[in-house]
Every structure is written in structure tokens, then in C-alpha cells.
């Protein structure tokens, strides 16, 4: 598995001291708040577990998933919802929990749709941005890490279902999607 990655960008170390310190910007703001953690299903997985236990105030946890008709490597900019969170967010403070901002839509869409239904206030919080591919406007309130303009695998992302579980963030082979 490791043989497929071009180059390791990010190591658990380097992760787990940028989680620490955004961590404590969130337990700052939310201190005496109860928000609730929105998870996007799959990617924000691993990032929302590790995540979430290190933040020290009361929150709910739920989670959505979001499709993007991706393909491969592509996202088609269409966004489906899956499946809908179980939690009334009306009046609530909600903290998205996102793996990667690529072209914005998946984020666009999602944080119109909560909007829409009343939520007191809403941040994003996302692992990696992909700044060079946005194709609407969406930016995070706290982010991990930029990343550039190639496939990354790895903490919770994946391709074509594999790489969530390394360790560490790395981009990925072309060769490993081109024949
Ligand atoms: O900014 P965008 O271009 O919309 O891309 C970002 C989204 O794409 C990936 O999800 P994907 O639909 O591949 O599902 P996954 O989370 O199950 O991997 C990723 O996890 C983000 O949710
Ligand atoms: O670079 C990426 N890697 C994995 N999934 C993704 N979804 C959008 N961009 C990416």
C-alpha cells in the first residue's frame, strides 16, 4: 500500500500537533456552548474521531453523507444527499466536520442546506483545502493543512474506497489511476 503513495506530506506527528492546536481554538469559542458536530460521511471520519476527542466542552455528534457523483479522481460538482442527519439543528450551533474542501461543492451544498434550516450558526472545520480546484466560494473557519493541486489518500480519504486507514497524508501515484 505504501508503494502506491508518491510522497508522504503530512506524518501522524505533524497531524496530531495541528489537531491539538485547533482543538483548543475550538474549545475556546465553544466553551459553555453544546454545538453539534456535523461528520461528513466517509472521508471526515478518522479526522472527526480524533478530532472530537480533544475538544473540551459538551457537543452532540451526528453525521450526513454526501455524494458528489464522483468518479475516480473527478468530482462532477453534483451533490446528492445520502443520508440526512438525525438531529433537529434549529437554533443550534453547528461545526462541520469535513476531510477536504477540492471544489467546494460538497461544503457549498451542505452548509446552505443547515442554513436553511435554522441553525444558529455554522463553521466549517476541515482537515485539508484544496485551494486550486474551487470552483465555488467556500472557505473553512479553521483548517489543517493546504494541500496542492494533486490526488491526496490517506487519514480518511481515500480512492476508489482504499487509503482511509494510512496513517499519514500523502498524494498518490498517477500511476496508480492511469493506465
Ligand atoms: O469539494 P468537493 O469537490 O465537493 O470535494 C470534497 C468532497 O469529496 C470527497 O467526498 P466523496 O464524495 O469522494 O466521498 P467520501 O467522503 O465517501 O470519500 C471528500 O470527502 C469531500 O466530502
Ligand atoms: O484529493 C482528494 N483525495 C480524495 N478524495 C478527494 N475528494 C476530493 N478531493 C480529493
Known sequence: ????IEQVLYTQTQIDNRMDEIANQLTEKYQG???LIVSVMTGAVVFTVEMIKR???KLNLDYVDVSSYADGTQSAGKVKLVQDLSSNIDGRPVIIMEDIIDTGHT????ADLLKGRGAKSIEICAL???PDRREVDVEADYVGF???NKFI???GLDYR???RNLPYIGILKRSVYEN
Open 1 to 4: 500500500m505504501n508503494n502506491d
Open 33 to 35: 456552548q453544546c454545538p
Open 55 to 57: 475538544l473540551k466542552f
Open 107 to 110: 461544503l457549498k451544498y451542505l
Open 128 to 130: 485539508l483545502d484544496k
Open 146 to 148: 493546504k494541500v496542492p
Open 153 to 155: 489518500v490517506g487519514y
Open 161 to 163: 474506497g482504499l487509503y
